[in-house]
């Protein structure tokens, strides 16, 4: 199974972010109202079959040196069909994406299977993408709200406060294997 190390933003960047997915997906009809929108985060690295109980200890030596941190945004950024999915871009430089690259190296040296060429990754937010929600946009929709997000401005800085380890299905009490607090 895949699972997915995720950034998680306080409750003030979380707000900020969220009214503008629900903007887009309620915009294009993306989810149903009774649907759950799916969580905000940054993803910091995507592990392979790991063993758990080995992955947690190895997460908790990497995070005891970080604390809650700053994220730089930098703009949107669209990944083309099949993926149809709108996003922030985040910078990569500062403690984010010097995290992300310590998580990758020292998990790859121990063994675990994590992301080749972690260079080429662009840190992002996913707002809006078709992959758990309850229809598939359009071309035209995906193209009219990539516009309409790269027109919006968005604060230059948003807040890093915990981290977690995810299971890749779209129901919060289930996903969540490991919480870290920073």
């Not at 149809?84 to 190296?105: C, R």
């Not at 992002?124 to 009219?144: G, K, V």
Request: aromatic fraction near 12%.
């Amino acid at each position: 199974m895949i699972y997915y190390l995720v950034g998680l933003f306080d409750k003030v960047s979380y707000k900020y972010i969220e009214l503008f997915q629900k903007s887009i997906c309620e915009k294009y009809s993306l989810y149903s109202p009774t649907t759950d929108l799916p969580k905000l985060h940054i993803t910091l690295e995507i592990i392979t079959d790991p063993d758990l109980e080995n992955l947690n200890v190895s997460l908790n030596d990497i995070l005891l040196d970080y604390a809650e941190f700053e994220v730089e945004l930098n703009g949107v950024i669209c990944f083309d069909p099949p993926y149809k999915s709108v996003n922030l871009n985040i910078q990569n430089k500062g403690t984010v994406y010097e995290l992300s690259k310590n998580i990758n190296s020292i998990l790859n040296s121990q063994g675990f299977v994590v992301r080749e060429h972690i260079e080429n990754w662009n840190l992002h937010i996913s707002l809006a993408n078709t992959n758990f929600a309850d229809r598939e946009w359009s071309d035209s929709e995906y193209l009219a709200a990539c516009h309409l997000a790269k027109d919006e401005s968005f604060p230059k800085t948003i807040r890093v406060s915990s981290i977690e380890l995810w299971k890749p299905i779209n129901n919060n009490d289930e996903m969540v294997v490991k919480k870290y607090t920073l």
